[in-house]
């Protein structure tokens, strides 16, 4: 464990229970991070917060424990643009997790290509203003030119209300967008609202993948996923099933261990799987959500 931590700051659970829900075979965690270890990948000096450490050990332990068979490992901006840390777990993974890496705009070919070849598919730009200091909008028009003739995507993470100033410029992309957490939608309104709905048409006309993640994240009321709560998260659950059955064949999932920035509460992994079963309602939409999307965006060669 790192001992500079930010206070307050919340670490991974340390005993996640046996999941209820069994996952289809081949099921991907498809956004999750890894921290560190700081003593062999130090974290960005102009970071905006302080982790215990979180290695791939303990993302693949995870892995395992859950009856999950593949990660997608999305860089943490505790990092920064060092993917040292992201690419030394792709190449431990044997081929079991593919990568979303954080560049800069000066970034070089020759670097992409490396980063390619380790196994990253995707860049991911940070929006949420509270942990960026200035919208990324210049360095992600020229890195998105610069990474689609490698076939690879953008991860846009930004809060519901500022989609409507970004709209436009994220349909000029030319890359395929993929949405963090449903857009961070307010689950106190109304998921049939203006709000959700103005989300929904954007992610039916840019043609987006969207993660239905991170229901520790997004809830007001809870229950939160401990002591064995089966149907946590229950505000979120109307938003979710919304998207998944909006668009089945552009929703992906993922446990956004080791959970940066929570600080509520930390959720039991276990059930957070046991989660899906609420948001995704038929054995079809389950596995579409954990295999066949995830497979089909990270792994199309198989």
């Known amino acids: 464990m790192w001992t500079d ?12 229970s046996e999941p209820a829900f069994t996952a289809p075979e081949g099921a991907v965690d498809a956004h999750c991070h890894v921290f560190g270890p700081a003593a062999e990948f130090p ?25 999950l068979s593949r990660n997608v490992i999305v860089q943490a901006t505790c990092h920064g643009s060092d993917n040292s840390a992201l690419v030394d777990a792709l190449r431990a993974s044997d081929g079991r997790a593919r990568g979303v890496a954080s560049v800069t705009s000066d970034v070089t070919r020759q670097e992409l290509e490396r980063l390619h070849a380790a196994g990253v598919r995707g860049v991911r730009f940070n929006f949420v203003k509270r942990l960026v200091d200035a919208a990324p909008t210049d360095a992600l028009e020229i890195i998105a030119a610069k990474i689609a003739p490698l076939g690879w995507h953008v991860v846009l993470y930004f809060e519901a209300p500022d989609l409507r100033d970004l709209r436009d410029f994220f349909l000029s992309l030319p890359v395929t967008l993929v949405i963090d957490h449903m857009g961070r939608p307010d689950v106190s ?11 929904l048409d954007f992610v039916a006309r840019s043609g987006a993948w969207v993660k239905v993640s991170c229901p520790e994240r997004l809830t007001r009321t809870g229950p939160p996923a401990l002591d064995g709560e089966q149907h946590a998260y229950t505000d979120v659950v109307p938003f979710a099933r919304k998207v998944v059955e909006t668009f089945p064949d552009r929703v992906l999932w993922g446990t956004d261990w ?14 957070l799987l046991d989660h899906v079963p609420q948001i995704a309602a038929t054995p079809e939409q389950r596995r579409a959500l954990l295999v066949d999307n995830p497979m089909r965006l990270y792994w199309p060669e198989e």
């Not at 450490?53 to 859950?66: P, V």
């Not at 309104?189 to 989300?199: L, W």
């Open 5 to 16: 931590v930010t206070p307050g700051w919340l670490p991974w659970h340390p005993n996640p």
């Open 43 to 67: 974290f960005a000096p102009e970071r905006k917060y302080t982790p215990v450490d979180a290695g791939k050990e303990q993302l693949f332990a995870l892995r395992d424990h859950l009856g």
């Open 189 to 199: 309104a109304d998921p049939e609202g203006p709000e959700f709905s103005g989300f």
């Open 258 to 271: 080791p959970h940066p920035n929570l600080t509520d509460h930390m959720p039991d992994d276990g059930l």
